[in-house]
Nanobody
């Protein structure tokens, strides 16, 4: 059973940066399309970015401000977020793409103050 644990969230001001991490209990990143998702208060969960080898996708809402990357050797995936905006406030999750129910973790909360 693979477990995914997100970390790195926090409270930042508009324009700030955060680096989110996703740690897997065993190798999964090299075999699966992996994604970062977020769920803002009162909204549905949405895909932020996904990665499979050199194939990367970003949602329009974050394009140019975030970078997804992974270190398969360490079973870790990252989301570098820059120029954060209040609308980026959400709980961020990692999962496969498409997402698998058993992989949803607690997420890591990002709050961007104006």
């Amino acid at each position: 059973q693979v477990h995914l644990v997100e970390s790195g969230g926090g409270l930042v001001q508009t324009g700030g940066s955060l680096r989110l991490s996703c740690a897997a209990s065993r190798s999964i990143f090299s075999k699966s399309i992996m994604g970062w998702y977020r769920q803002a208060p009162g909204k549905e969960r949405e895909l932020v970015a996904r990665i499979y080898r050199d194939n990367i996708y970003y949602a329009d809402s974050v394009k140019g401000r975030v970078t997804i990357s992974r270190q398969s050797a360490n079973n870790t995936m990252f989301l570098q977020m820059n120029d954060l905006k209040p609308e980026d406030t959400a709980v961020y999750y990692c999962n496969t793409y498409p997402p698998a129910r058993q992989f949803w973790g607690q997420g890591t909360a990002v709050t961007v103050s104006s």
